[in-house]
């Protein structure tokens, strides 16, 4: 596990198991500097216009994109993974243009008719000046600058924190950032533990949230006493249903995947799955025939499928799970062992058949590649089972197109995958799908997704305009 002093954060190597790597916290006390100089730069990047904004954050795409190679090396040394590291390594670049390109119609400021006596509306965006982002460590660098973007686009001031878990990646970030000086005045990354992520909240003026119920609600209730909105993208049990009719080789396919990538260590993995009684033998033979054939990343990172587990008390959370649901009467049809390599460890995925909801395995969050498979006798017991959860962040149904999309209006959930797993988290953070909240305790505030999302990042007013020379007709006659 990580240890942090006051001053130093040492961080563990997930494929070794050693601490191999120190670097200095950012200091509590150097907080208020560091945001009074966002506060002061912030004015000058709203001027800049977005098309100024673009330049600097293409200009900071493109140092960054010349340091892939060590952005890869870094977040393979914090995470363990390369296949999933590629992906958030190539992800800035495409949301800057996509933001860039929605900015303008989404933050468009033309006056209105409001209907009302000849008064025009205008509307004002007014950016919130600092923004704190705070994210965890299971995919530490997009799930930063998923939101740290579009609000740079929108003309906010960013401090980002990301978690104390995962600081490597941090280096390379602000080697980048050292050459873009206009965006390093306005976007400053700091490391440091829970504490300085509270003291952040503390200060900022509105605060994008990525972690676990728990600690989100703390943040919600910060900001909430200090009056500042709060986005908060938390945990989930994210179900999976298989409908009469639907495609059994598609399913199990989308399903060794979108339960098991990022070894499981992702908010929006598949981590229960419903299935007609009349199928489900047949589905479990096929599903874990699949399943028994992902390998660990190990020992070289470039091969296998499924990655080391990244923070190590999260080991103790599957064991946990899955000593639950076999003393409960489940069976582990393949995997069900933590495996060391080296000196990491790694979850083997684990297909598991007899549970119910009297399992934690079914209830709470594992984060690790777990797929239990449970059948059911009628659709509204597995809308019901589904929606069993006091999460509610995504789903995936799988069936016939007509029947799986009424299905999908009955989850509790706020992004549906129809005849795949995982769809919802390959669009976080564009504007180019539709909006979605979380559901339950997964979240609260605004949509991460979808065009009109960077208007979080604003404070909107209404400037309401009376062309008239005479009296209105509301006024006293004086
Ligand atoms: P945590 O909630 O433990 O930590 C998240 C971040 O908050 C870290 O940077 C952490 O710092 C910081 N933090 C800790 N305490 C406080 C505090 N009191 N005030 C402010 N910040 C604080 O989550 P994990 O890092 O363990 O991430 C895993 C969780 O994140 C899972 O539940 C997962 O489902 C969820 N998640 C949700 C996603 C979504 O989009 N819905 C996406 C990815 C993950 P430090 O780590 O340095 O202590």
Sequence with gaps: MNEMTSSVIRARNPRTGQVDYTCPAFPASGLDALIAGLRAAQPGWVTAGIDGRATVLRAFCTALAARREDLLDALLADTGRLHESRIEADAAGVWVDCWVEVAPRSLD??????????????????????????????????????????????????????????????????????????????????????????????????????????????????????????????????????????????????????????????????????????????????LAAKVARLRPNWPDPAQGHIGPITFLPQAEILRRHLDDAIERGARIVTGGAIETHGGGLWCQPTVLTDVDHSMLIMREESFGPFLPVMAYDSLDEAVALANDSHYGLSAAVFGPEEAAQAVARRLDAGGVSINDAGLAPLFIGSPLVPEKTAFNHSGLGGSRTGADSIRRFVRKQAILSNPATGPSPWWFSL
């Excluded at 990525?210 to 938390?234: K, N």
């Excluded at 399913?251 to 007609?276: D, K, M, W």
């Design 109 to 286: 400021t033309l006056p209105r008719d409001t209907g009302l006596a000849g008064i025009t509306g205008t509307a004002g965006f007014r950016p919130y000046p600092v923004v704190g982002v705070i994210g965890p460590w299971n995919f530490p660098l997009a799930l930063g600058l998923m939101d740290a973007i579009p609000a740079l686009v929108a003309g906010c001031a960013v401090i980002l924190k990301p978690s104390e878990v995962t600081p490597r990646f941090v280096d390379v970030l602000q080697a980048a950032l050292d050459e873009v000086p206009a965006l390093a005045a306005i976007f400053r990354v700091v490391r440091g533990d829970g504490a300085l992520g509270a003291a952040i909240v503390d200060q900022v003026d509105m605060v994008c949230f990525t972690g676990s119920t728990r600690t989100g609600r703390l943040v919600a209730r910060r900001a909430a006493e200090r009056f500042i909105p709060c986005f908060t993208e938390l945990g989930g049990k994210d179900p999976a249903l298989v409908l009469e009719g639907a495609d059994i080789d598609r399913a199990t396919s989308a399903l060794a995947t979108g339960a098991t990538l990022g070894a499981g260590q992702q908010c929006y993995s598949i981590e229960r799955i419903y299935v007609p009684r009349s199928l489900h033998d047949g589905f479990v033979a096929q």
